[in-house]
């Protein structure tokens, strides 16, 4: 239910794994088709604001560009107190997170407070740390990410391709943990294994040394 | 003249902006103050009130009385009036403009010896109606009044009101035709007027016998307006959008806490929830005497049926609830939501609006123009190495640490916009490109080596793909 992501601010990668993740319980659990219409509430400190951007709304997956709601905290205090209170709304289907650093505010105690709301009214709880050492916290799910190496697209191999992270789940309470390499195709979240290699040749030939123009010469 | 040459004219001049909307609004204060004289009034801007005191001067003395009554009483406010009695509004109208102060037509009595001797102006026209009628050499009413049909040579009358109606054949609205207006003012043709009502907000307040100066006595009487309150919006099917409460200090001191709510509401736990937050700061000093709980905006809000099975199962709160609370502690700027914006430059492709607010209509979005995941407010600048000016960057250095471009897809240029910017805005051409590490990131150059509208392009970093 409670799940924290330690990520760097200089990549998007925690927020969007955050959102793979909620996207995949949310399919999981077989309510997407009562939870599809409810918001989704994504609360970022100014911290996180400056360091790693707001969402952008074009960046986002489609069926929830008309559902999410952004909650600008000036203080940590303020952005617990706003996920505290989005977990206690029943008309939201998962609660997103973004706290910059190791703020005095969130202690174990406030953690926990987190835990226990979300688990009592059955809202999940992305909560994203930027920056941020893995103290002590009650998160019943802890991750680690950095992004991958992403596969080269099959028509520009010199583009980067789709969204691509090494996620380590080190410490969870129902699992062991381990290390994945995660991709978002198609907005299902899966694990990229070695077998899953890149297409075998390139469509697009390089023409190397000569133009299109010299070769129709020729 | 300008002001300035005024003022060298006179310097003691005083002077006011003026203030059309602020004027109207009082204009509208006014004509419900003086619904004190008669049932309904209507607004004849910029200056003046209609009351129907039909049937209702009896209770004032006479029409004689009536009329001194409103002089005095505006005399009063400080106001000069010029007032009139009259059968129809267009006569009254006339005669408050143009007749000595306090004239009186009686109904039964004929109107036209009286009125003959006001300019063709008192008929309300347009600019242009009265110059043509000054062209055909009618100056005052009685020489309009020739065509209306009470002179002496009915055959006479006939022909020159037919020439009339055919010079302003093509003009519907009053306005502009001197026949139907003269029609209007001698009460031969019904002249609708748009009343004005006061619509009081729902109000409930507590005068308190002995000054509370303490929280939770507060909390007590707040309690019970709040579920005054409901009982006031649910009597007319409304719900609060904005709630005010003033608290009267005996010393004379007011004070006001104002929330606003995301939906129209009507549950009291949730009124009190919200105010209990705001009146941490109340300073009571030697207690307070009234307090006034004011919608001062309320939308309609159906009955609803309380599901009695439901509601013991369906905890948490709703969403337009959750909204409030966060609104009420973070600011109601804090909790929006994304909409996309007519406009090709990224920052200004999205703004931000109040979550429950409509969605304007906007042209779909072109999938095959990727953007990030995550914006940055300002674009961070970052130094490039290039092999060339206008090639693809090679290594950038961005927050103190130094990157290799490894893939790299762009440009996407988007072109400043001419209608909004300075001639001199530069052009953006927008490259996504991934590090060696994985990270992907969407950098672009600004302007171009050769465009003559700068020195060397700037590069800056935009955002952040997932």
């Given amino acids: 239910m409670h799940s924290e992501i330690f990520a760097s601010c200089e990549e998007a990668s925690g927020a969007a794994l955050a959102l793979a993740l909620a996207r995949d319980a949310l399919a999981l659990s077989g309510e997407e088709g009562t939870k599809q219409g409810r918001h989704v509430l994504w609360v970022q400190d100014r911290a996180a604001i400056r360091r790693g951007g707001r969402p952008c709304l074009q960046g986002l997956p489609a069926d929830l560009r008309h559902r999410l709601i952004h909650v600008a905290a000036n203080t940590p205090e303020d952005a617990l107190f706003a996920l505290e209170e989005g977990l206690k709304c029943r008309d939201l289907a998962c609660v997103i997170g973004e706290i910059a650093g190791n703020p005095r505010a969130l202690s174990f105690a406030a953690s926990r407070r987190l835990s226990l709301a979300a688990e009592r009214h059955g809202i999940a709880l992305w909560l994203v740390r930027l920056d941020a050492a893995p103290d002590l916290s009650s998160a019943r799910m802890r991750w680690r990410v950095r992004a991958a190496v992403s596969p080269r697209p099959r028509w520009n191999p010199a583009a980067p391709g789709r969204a691509t992270w090494h996620a380590e789940l080190f410490r969870a309470r129902a699992h062991p943990p381990g290390k994945w390499m995660l991709d978002d195709a198609d907005g299902t979240l899966r694990p990229v294994s070695a077998a899953d290699a890149p297409d075998p040749r390139d469509l697009a030939r390089p023409t190397v040394g000569r133009s299109l123009a010299a070769r129709a010469r020729a | ?466």
């Fill in chain 2, 1 to 466: 003249m300008l002001l300035a040459d005024a003022r060298v004219l006179c310097p003691q001049l005083a002077v006011a902006p003026s203030d059309p909307a602020g004027d109207l609004a009082a204009l509208e204060k006014l004509a419900l103050w003086a619904q004190r004289w008669g049932p309904w009034s209507a607004l004849d801007p910029p200056d003046g009130v209609l009351v129907d005191v039909t049937g209702a001067a009896h209770l004032f003395g006479g029409e004689d009385a009536l009329l001194t009554d409103v002089s005095c009483s505006f005399a009063r406010q400080g106001l000069t009036v010029r007032a009139a009695l009259a059968p129809t509004a267009g006569a009254a109208w006339a005669l408050a403009h143009f007749a000595p102060a306090g004239t009186i037509l009686v109904p039964d009595e004929d109107p036209l010896p009286l009125l003959a001797d006001l300019p063709v102006a008192a008929l309300r026209l347009d600019e242009d109606v009265l110059t043509v009628l000054r062209r055909l050499g009618i100056k005052r009413l009685g020489e309009l009044a020739g065509v209306s049909g009470i002179g002496d040579d009915p055959q006479h009358e006939a022909a020159a009101r037919d020439a009339l109606r055919r010079r302003f054949r093509g003009r519907h609205s009053p306005a502009a035709n001197p026949l139907l207006r003269l029609d209007q003012l001698l009460g031969k043709v019904p002249e609708p007027l748009l009343p004005v009502l006061a619509r009081p907000q729902p109000m409930v307040q507590r005068r308190l016998l002995e000054p509370i100066r303490h929280r939770n006595l507060l909390d007590r009487v707040v309690r019970d307006l709040a579920e005054d309150m409901v009982r006031a919006l649910e009597a007319r099917g409304e719900g609060a959008r904005r709630l005010e409460l003033g608290l009267w200090r005996v010393d004379g001191e007011v004070l006001v806490r104002r929330i606003e709510l995301a939906a129209a509401t009507r549950e009291a736990d949730h009124m009190i929830r919200l105010f209990a937050t705001r009146l941490d700061d109340v300073e009571a000093g030697f207690g307070i005497e009234v307090i006034q709980l004011r919608s001062s905006w309320s939308e309609p809000l159906a009955l609803s049926q309380a599901d009695l099975d439901s509601a013991a199962e369906r905890h948490g709160t709703s969403l337009a609830a959750c909204v409030d609370r966060l609104a009420v502690r973070l600011g109601t700027r804090a909790v929006t939501r994304p909409v996309a914006r007519a406009s090709h430059i990224p920052e200004r492709a999205q703004g931000w609006q109040a979550p429950f607010d409509p969605l304007p209509p906007v042209q779909g979005m072109l999938p095959f123009n990727v953007r990030p995941l995550k914006l940055f407010d300002r674009p961070e600048p970052i130094a490039v190495l290039y092999a060339s000016p206008d090639g693809y960057p090679q290594r950038f250095r961005w927050r103190g640490a130094v990157r290799d471009v490894v893939r790299v897809e762009g440009p996407e240029r988007i072109a400043p916009e001419w209608w909004r910017e300075r001639s001199t805005a530069r052009l953006r051409d927008y490259y996504r490109i991934e590090d060696e590490t994985g990270r992907r990131y969407w950098i672009y150059r600004q302007g171009l080596a050769d465009d003559g509208r700068g020195g060397m392009p700037e590069w800056f970093l935009q955002g952040l793909f997932a």
